[in-house]
């Protein structure tokens, strides 16, 4: 009968997952972290040769050692480099370059002296930003030109109660016309970037655009210039690229997909830094 379900349900223990554990958690993302005290040459060679979408890229040896440049906006997360990485490269638990400027995905280690750039400081009280900002709560519109759907699982998860996008004041809406901001998945295909172009400028000022998942980053897969010929899906003549190739954007959400905590924490990451901004 409902009316257990119901009973059952108020006597259980909540299952809401705290803020202090959502944000920067990336858990089940298999986003790659560099211990960089064990990083060697050899194995940043190893990694870079192995890496699918060219995420890893190493410059030229000097004095036995190298830099690795890891593009968290490519990556897949496929484990790979994980795989050759002898220790020195590891799944991540908590990721702190979700909702970053693209340059922010970017980070390089030096081998021997690896160093990691710093993320800027995480605002908790989104709700209080939100409402200060745009007298109520935020409106996201979610925009799909060509995702594959598995970032659209993702997000979906965002509002069921274990999450529950809501608490912070953010909802999702069905019009453009009712959003402060885009979150737009996948590579941007030829077919829909009029319908892009018309959903974004039918967004009243101010406007937010995020960048979700590493098609939307980066092309991901999907984009020729990422992926070396015969290696993955990049045949596709009809994709016009990342959603910068298309739009501004004002934050980027790694993943493939990114997990919903990740979006989360991006997300708010956005709203920190473009509070008032116009
Ligand atoms: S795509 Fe990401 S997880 Fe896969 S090898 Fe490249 S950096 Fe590592
Ligand atoms: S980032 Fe991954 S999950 Fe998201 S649309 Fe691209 S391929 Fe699909």
């Given amino acids: 009968m409902i009316t257990d ?6 006597r259980s223990r909540s299952q809401l997952i705290p803020v202090e ?35 890893i890229t190493t410059d ?14 490519k990556c897949i997360g496929c484990g790979r480099c994980v795989e050759v990485g002898d220790g020195a490269i590891r799944p991540a638990k908590r990721f702190s370059h979700s909702g970053v400027s693209r340059s922010e995905l970017v980070q390089t280690w030096q081998t021997g002296s690896g160093v990691e750039a710093q993320a800027g400081e995480m605002h908790t009280s989104a709700r209080d930003r939100v409402y200060a900002l745009l007298g109520r709560a935020l409106n996201i519109r979610q925009l799909d030109p060509g995702s594959c759907n598995g970032c659209e699982a993702e997000i979906t998860a965002l509002t069921n109660p274990y999450y529950d996008l809501e608490r912070f004041g953010i909802h999702f809406v069905a019009s453009p016309k009712h ?21 974004y400028e039918a967004v009243p000022l101010p406007k937010l655009v995020v960048a979700v998942g590493a098609c939307g980053c980066s092309g991901g897969i999907f984009d020729r210039r990422n992926c070396p010929v015969g ?16 739009l501004p954007v004002h934050g980027y959400i790694p993943g493939c997909p990114p997990t919903p905590a990740m979006l989360v924490s991006g997300i708010l990451e956005v709203l920190n830094r473009y509070t008032g901004r116009k």
């Fill in 60 to 73: 030229t040896p000097v004095e036995g050692g190298c830099a690795l440049r890891l593009d968290y906006g």
């Fill in 21 to 55: 554990d959502l944000i920067r958690d990336c858990a089940g993302s298999r986003m790659p972290e560099i211990i960089p005290e064990l990083l060697t040459a050899p194995i940043a060679a190893a990694a870079a040769e192995v890496c699918p979408t060219r995420a």
């Fill in 231 to 246: 290696t993955l899906v990049n045949l596709n003549e009809e994709i016009i690229g990342p959603v910068d190739s298309l």
């Fill in 179 to 199: 959003a402060d901001m885009l979150l737009i998945t996948g590579p941007v295909t030829r077919n829909m970037a009029t319908a892009v172009q018309k959903t």
């Fill in 5 to 10: 379900v119901m009973f059952h349900s108020l």
